[in-house]
């Protein structure tokens, strides 16, 4: 099968395990996102309690990339993978390898050319958020809720297409 990864029989437990871990921290982080978000909309007219929501949305959504990228990584990981290098270089390479392993070039080439200048722009967001360097880099609109929403159902999206009819497989030696 195209959306087939090979595994040797002795890492075929250990791979299978840590797709099921990508998928148990994905969904959970997932939640965590549209509750801090549905708080936040709930919340919009008053502008003390809504910003550090709209900031946890955008620090959430990228905790939530995060872990999607490290954890693919742990069944499938890129040559010369390394948890310490830039976010777009991890991101790109990380969905570009799991793309080519499991037949899935269109989706991520879609997500690439449409979406990925939003991405950078909420990445450059959240680097401000988090790391302020003055009142200015923690300002935050009621667009800035629309635009991160925007990004996490497009990327939700993304890793939905990209995660079905994703399968490993092992060839078992009877004698």
């Known amino acids: 099968m195209d959306n087939t990864k090979e595994s040797e029989q002795n890492d075929f437990e250990s791979t299978f395990n840590n797709m099921r871990t990508f998928q148990l921290v994905h969904n959970e982080l997932r939640k965590d996102f549209e509750m801090i978000y549905a708080l936040a909309k709930s919340k919009i007219e008053d502008v003390e309690i809504v910003k550090p929501l ?3 949305c955008i620090k959430e959504l990228f905790s939530l990339m995060e872990a999607d990228i490290y954890l693919l990584n742990q069944f499938n990981p890129y040559l010369d993978y390394n948890d310490r290098d830039d976010f777009c270089k991890k991101f790109k ?13 269109a989706s991520t ?16 967001k959240r680097d401000e958020v988090t790391h302020p360097k003055g009142k200015n880099s923690i300002r935050v609109e009621t667009s800035n809720l629309e635009d991160i929403y925007d990004l996490f159902l497009k990327y939700n999206s993304f890793v939905n297409e990209s995660m079905t009819n994703v399968f490993i497989s092992t060839k078992i030696n009877l004698f």
């Open 109 to 124: 080439l879609k997500f690439n050319s449409s979406h990925f200048k939003l991405l950078l722009i909420q990445k450059n």
């Open 54 to 56: 709209i900031r946890g």
């Open 93 to 105: 390479k990380t969905f570009n390898h799991h793309a080519k392993t499991f037949n899935k070039q």
